[in-house]
């Protein structure tokens, strides 16, 4: 997905908030390593607007992450993956685009190998 505004774009933001819903995603007794989807894994996968160093000027492109992948996936449960992130696609030459494109396909074909990050503040915020 495009990161708009700092988060996820609306629609995504709201299949979420109609699918991962009380008693199917998620209950407030069983939550993060207990949660409903504790079987599941999820990988955020998205393109910038703005480069590697503008993002990493107010720190940690990670920062962002913490409501998504830990407030949201983490909460149900579910195992997060190391975001896969396409920084600035628009702007790039098309030599950096199908380096870009060949580095998602290559992450593809391991992904089932890769182990979850540890999700925790530590993770986001070192």
Same mark, same amino acid.
């Given at each position: /997905?495009?990161?708009?505004? /700092?988060? $996820?774009?609306?629609?995504?933001? @709201?299949?979420?908030?109609?699918? =991962?819903v009380? +008693?199917?995603?998620y209950? *407030? %007794?069983?939550?993060?390593? @207990? @949660? =409903? *989807?504790?079987?599941?894994? %999820? =990988?955020?996968?998205?393109? !910038? +607007?703005? %480069? ?10 990670r920062? =962002?992450?913490?409501? $998504?992948?830990? @407030?949201? $996936?983490? /909460?149900?449960?579910? #195992? ?9 696609? &628009?702007?790039?030459? &098309? &030599?950096?685009?199908k380096? $870009? *494109? !060949?580095?998602? !396909?290559?992450?593809? #074909? !391991?992904?089932? #190998? ?5 999700? %925790?503040?530590?993770?986001? /915020?070192?």
């Open positions: /997905f495009p990161l708009f505004w /700092f988060s $996820m774009p609306a629609i995504l933001k @709201g299949w979420m908030d109609r699918v =991962l009380q +008693g199917f995603a209950d *407030l %007794s069983k939550a993060y390593d @207990g @949660g =409903l *989807l504790q079987d599941k894994l %999820s =990988l955020f996968s998205f393109t !910038t +607007g703005g %480069s590697k160093e503008k993002y990493a000027i107010r720190g940690d492109i920062y =962002l992450l913490w409501p $998504m992948q830990h @407030g949201i $996936m983490h /909460f149900c449960g579910v #195992k997060v993956l190391e975001p896969h992130i396409c920084y600035a696609p &628009e702007h790039a030459s &098309e &030599e950096k685009r380096e $870009m *494109l !060949t580095a998602w !396909t290559q992450r593809l #074909k !391991t992904l089932w #190998k890769e182990e979850p990050i540890d999700c %925790s503040p530590e993770w986001y /915020f070192k």
